[in-house]
């Protein structure tokens, strides 16, 4: 944290390792940053002091997504171990639930704007983990619909990115949408899943390019994306 008035730049040097993942919450008061390593740890520090508020141990190998929750209270990461291993922290009282997840690498997690379910997208796969109980003390796993069990039959892609985007009509009703980033693909693809069921809704070609990351702004209702071509594209959601 620089400080131009006194020419001064604070530090978090709490980490003994390469820093491989960061979140801020969305007040922007509190970050976390995960390592790499035998103790692949993860900070949640103060966004104005630079202090660490809380060391959250469990992962192996290294920490390679967080993300917090809107209330900034629960924090979800995943890590490089062989079962790709999603833990949930309550940072605050550092409990925490470990989920094993399967062989394939998670690139992104996000969280509902009601903190009640979060979506980790990744190689050739996509989750759902909903909340039990109104503390969100217990989370349940949930794989999404992508070639079986859907009208819409999609492939297992290399999915890049995850946001939620609110219903107009339905605001129970939650449309998530994950992008797909394969290399191999000469076009950049969001499959659109419900929710509820889990199952894919559809799927939208919006660019030539993988797509290689997506952030939705609630306010404003529009979708950014970056693709692997360099163009960056604004979407009304």
């Not at 530090?11 to 820093?19: E, F, G, M, Q, Y």
């Not at 009208?151 to 107009?168: A, H, N, P, S, Y």
Request: aromatic letters at 6%; glycine letters at 8%; charged letters at 25%.
């Amino acid at each position: 944290k620089y400080d131009p008035d006194t020419n001064r730049q604070d530090h978090n040097s709490d980490h003994t390792n390469t820093i491989t993942a960061f979140a801020i919450s969305s007040d922007g008061k509190i970050a976390a940053t995960g390592q790499r390593g035998r103790d692949a740890v993860v900070i949640v520090w103060c966004t104005r002091t630079m202090k660490s508020l809380a060391t959250l141990r469990g992962h192996r190998r290294a920490v390679v997504q967080i993300a917090f929750s809107n209330d900034g209270k629960t924090v979800a990461s995943a890590g490089a171990d062989d079962g790709h291993t999603v833990l949930v922290h309550n940072w605050q009282s550092e409990s925490k639930q470990k989920i094993r997840t399967g062989q394939n690498l998670l690139l992104h997690l996000c969280f509902s704007g009601n903190n009640s379910m979060f979506v980790a997208a990744g190689k050739k796969c996509v989750y759902f983990f909903e909340s039990k109980g109104r503390s969100n003390a217990r989370w349940r796993k949930r794989r999404a619909g992508i070639v079986s069990g859907s009208k819409v039959k999609g492939e297992l892609e290399r999915f890049t990115g995850v946001c939620f985007v609110d219903d107009e009509d339905d605001l129970k009703s939650k449309r998530v949408l994950v992008t797909v980033g394969t290399p191999t693909k000469q076009s950049g693809q969001i499959y659109e899943f419900d929710s509820s069921t889990k199952r894919l809704m559809a799927i939208h070609n919006v660019t030539s390019s993988p797509i290689l990351a997506i952030h939705s702004h609630k306010l404003l209702r529009t979708i950014a994306i970056g693709c692997v071509d360099g163009t960056v594209c604004v979407i009304d959601s």
